[in-house]
């Protein structure tokens, strides 16, 4: 039987997840391996080195560059506050002195006789890194992070914005066909993470950021208003950066798109509970997906992880979801791969699969399709 070797998206009740948390430089770790931690843990710190700052002290005070040791009154090494005394000439008789000040609270790094200038660094900016989940610590990178893992309810969506974060499902429609509107969001949903069903509004959206939801997780949103909150038009850099105090996970695609059977009710099973989500996106190569981690009690595991052999890769009768317009965010089922090339519009020749989508097949390359992993 033919097969397709493509990324899968993945919706799964029970899953074995291990996530990275790595400094973004050489630090300390805080947490040892086998040590059990929550998701506001921190497990790693370092501090990342301040701005540095040039001042010109030999222009500033009119003299030779040479001779900046002569009028300094501090040396390399020695803090200062901002606008704290640099360097200071005699004057004539003690008076008419000229005076050269700090711009910044720092410490002094360098004074060159060369230039005449003196190399300020401001003080460094300390990085904290947290557990994301709670879970166990699997291992430890040394100076760099740990890996931490737990059993958890797994899904992934097709696309996303804003960064980590984390809070108790709050599901607020009755169905996965219902749209999330701006009127089911209130000022006690701060700190949630709200499940709509196939769509929410930049309206919507706009108040859940005006009321401090941790994240939003709905079927659809338009894609023209990305832009609006962004602030500018989305390329095909990865997302998750952006300063965002609500994370939005887009499970289907752009529009107005009923949320999936398995993933609504998957988030439906476990309304209330905590879970960590993020929004970070990347579609083109290495591909990332914003993803919900729910955590499971020891008492709710079953024991039936899935182990997922992507070896196998699309197969005839596999779900699949179409990651490329003209049915972006598309959900059907493979009817065959076709093993000749077939030639699309653009002139191409590629490899395609007949996929079946609301009683309707259409061809699709096969480079478009990713699978729908579940358990």
């Not at 401001?122 to 760099?144: H, M, N, R």
């Not at 701060?190 to 005006?210: M, P, R, T, W």
Request: proline share 3%.
């Amino acid at each position: 039987m033919a097969h397709a070797y493509t990324p899968g998206l993945k919706v799964l009740q029970e899953a074995k997840v291990v996530k990275e948390r790595r400094l973004p430089l050489k630090g300390d770790v805080i947490v040892k391996e086998g040590q059990q931690v929550s998701p506001e843990d921190v497990v790693a710190t370092t501090d990342l080195p301040g701005n540095v700052r040039m001042v010109n002290v030999a222009n500033l005070l009119n003299i030779d560059a040479q001779d900046i040791q002569d009028v300094m009154l501090l040396k390399e090494g020695d803090s200062v506050q901002e606008n704290g005394l640099l360097a200071e000439t005699k004057g004539v008789f003690g008076m008419f002195k000229s005076q050269a000040n700090s711009p910044v609270e720092g410490t002094i790094e360098a004074i060159s006789d060369v230039t005449g200038q003196v190399t300020l660094r401001e003080a460094p900016t300390p990085v904290e890194i947290d557990a994301y989940v709670s879970g166990v610590v699997k291992e430890v990178l040394s100076g760099e992070g740990v890996t931490v893992e737990t059993d958890a309810v797994f899904i992934q969506g097709i696309f996303g914005i804003g960064g980590e974060n984390r809070g108790n499902l709050k599901v607020v429609v009755e169905s996965r066909e219902d749209e999330l509107t701006a009127d089911m969001i209130t000022a006690d949903h701060a700190g949630n993470i709200l499940v709509g069903g196939a769509f929410i509004s930049l309206e919507a959206y706009k108040k859940a950021l005006s009321v401090n939801v941790a994240g939003v997780v709905v079927g659809g949103f338009n894609y023209h208003d990305l832009e609006d909150v962004l602030g500018y038009t989305l390329g095909v850099a990865i997302t998750g950066s952006e300063n965002l105090a609500t994370s939005l996970i887009i499970t289907e695609g752009y529009g107005n798109i009923r949320m999936g059977v398995r993933t609504f009710d998957l988030l439906r099973e476990h309304n209330g509970k905590f879970a960590s989500v993020n929004g970070a996106t990347q579609i083109r190569a290495g591909v990332i997906r914003p993803e919900i981690v729910i955590p499971l009690l020891p008492a709710e595991l079953k024991g039936d992880h899935k182990e997922i052999d992507a070896s196998e890769g699309i197969q005839e009768g596999s779900i699949v979801r179409v990651i490329r317009a003209p049915y972006f965010g598309r959900m059907g089922t493979v009817v065959s791969l076709p093993a000749k090339l077939r030639k699309m519009e653009s002139e191409t020749m590629v490899r395609v699969a007949e996929v079946e989508i609301d009683h309707e097949t259409i061809v699709v390359p096969r480079a478009n399709l990713e699978m729908l992993e579940t358990d």
